[in-house]
């Protein structure tokens, strides 16, 4: 029994040393911590403070309270502030309010809002296809290939880019929000696309279990087409089903009634824009960990089979801020996006990296610069707004920026507004007409793109 107990000892013994070598957490690792925590006499103040006030109170700086005024040098006059609700369908609103925005003053009326259910609805049928299709062309991989597990882990989502409003618009144009509502599912989308992500998980799974039994193409497509019905069906019933005509009276900037004609959604755009969404604009991206002057295309980042992938070229924020100017100097806003979550201010609406000191409340050093943070997925592009002024100082250095966003009235009357410092560290993506870029950025969108992987840490976040 001794000799058994003995023998225990050691092995346990031999265990704890495996452990440690293998880089465990320790007994006396903890210990460590535990003193160096309790010896600082500041922490305990910190702890009851957080537990009763919160991160975001503690961490407020007060020196800013009174930084921001609403003055800008330059802006794009805008009108009626969007509401995404609870969905993340920000891309698709920032969109419509860039196309929104030049309509209204191409035509000077007194008000417009397109239905970005009625875009939404496509949006969701088509990305549904994206991933049937893929399915089907990976079938002969086995489950563990990793892009056969990114489709199965991203079948369906919400969210997207600006190559997803300029395919879905030029496929089926837009209609006014009089024409398709918004609904109930459209305002919180998060229950309905679990249900829709289930319901293409088992149909993708099906495919697959054909083309192992050898079905060929024409009986994988017929299978995708009726699994296609069934997903238009939920669409149908949660969104509503798209008008293929409706009746909509232009008025003058007085609201009175000038016309009253029948469109269809596609001859509407054509008449109110007719913008050649997918060749008339540059995408910029700001990576500071790849290098510069390099077209970038990440494989799947896109909302339609036959769309196209996102596509941008990676250049200096002082290249890209130039284009954002022109722009706005010429009345015209853009689709960008950001990290929004980062140092915002929502009461006050103002993106600052100066809003909190996280570092002073917690004792702590954050160091990683941007390009580390993206690298690491500590930061990437959340949230698309529309850019809509810039404040210049008198040599024509941008101060701070307005910023159109779509969350209803909240944070600055329905606006956020950012230092320059902030939009240099959390600024991602920019969509700017090319006429308001450099020659060496035309220049530079001639090359091959080099292609990324679906899982790439810039896929598809805003």
């Not at 990576?287 to 250049?315: A, F, M």
Request: proline share 3%; hydrophobic share 35%.
């Amino acid at each position: 029994m001794i000799r058994k107990i003995l023998l225990t000892l050691t092995i346990t013994a031999a265990l704890q040393a495996v452990a440690e070598e293998k880089g465990a957490i320790t007994e006396d690792m903890l210990n460590g911590f535990k003193a160096g925590y309790e010896n600082n006499t500041a922490n305990r103040a910190r702890h009851n403070a957080l537990n009763a006030a919160g991160i975001e109170k503690l961490a407020f700086n007060e020196k800013v309270r009174n930084k921001f005024d609403d003055h800008f040098s330059n802006k794009v006059e805008t009108k009626g502030i969007t509401d995404q609700k609870s969905s993340g369908r920000c891309w698709l609103f920032t969109g419509l309010n860039v196309l929104r925005s030049q309509a209204m003053a191409k035509h000077n009326l007194p008000k417009l809002t397109f239905s970005q259910n009625y875009n939404f609805f496509f949006d969701q049928l088509e990305k549904a296809n994206l991933f049937l299709q893929g399915v089907i062309d990976t079938s002969d991989r086995p489950m563990e290939d990793r892009q056969v597990e990114w489709l199965f882990q991203n079948p369906i989502s919400d969210g997207g880019t600006f190559c997803g409003v300029a395919d879905i618009v030029t496929k089926y144009g837009v209609v006014p929000t009089e024409a398709m509502a918004e609904t109930e599912i459209a305002n919180s989308t998060s229950a309905f696309r679990r249900h829709l992500a289930t319901r293409l998980r088992e149909d993708g799974l099906r495919l697959r279990q054909a083309k192992a039994k050898g079905a060929d193409e024409k009986t994988l497509q017929d299978m995708k087409t009726k699994q296609l019905g069934e997903v238009y069906k939920m669409l149908a019933l949660a969104l509503g089903e798209p008008p293929t005509e409706f009746t909509w009276t232009k008025r003058d900037s007085k609201g009175n009634a000038l016309e009253t004609k029948t469109y269809t959604p596609q001859s509407f755009y054509k008449e109110l824009l007719g913008n050649d969404l997918k060749n008339n604009y540059i995408m910029l991206m700001n990576d500071p960990s790849r290098e510069y002057w390099k077209v970038y295309r990440i494989d799947y980042d896109r909302h339609s089979y036959d769309g196209q992938d996102w596509t941008y070229l990676n250049v200096p924020m002082a290249d890209l801020k130039e284009a954002a100017i022109k722009s706005i100097k010429d009345s015209t806003a853009m689709y960008f996006s950001c990290d929004v979550g980062k140092f915002i201010d929502r009461e006050r609406g103002t993106l600052d990296v100066e809003n909190f000191d996280y570092e002073a409340l917690f004792d702590t050093k954050f160091g990683m610069d941007k390009a580390e943070r993206i690298s690491t997925w500590a930061s990437a592009s959340s949230h698309a707004m529309t850019l809509s002024g810039v404040d210049l100082d008198d040599k024509g250095t941008p101060k701070k920026w307005l910023i159109e966003n779509s969350w209803g009235k909240s944070g600055h009357d329905g606006y956020l507004i950012a230092t320059d410092d902030w939009m240099d560290e959390y600024l991602f993506r920019l969509v700017v007409d090319k006429k308001y870029v450099s020659p060496k950025i035309l220049k530079a969108m001639k090359q091959e793109p080099i292609t990324l992987p679906s899982w790439d840490h810039l896929f598809m976040n805003d």
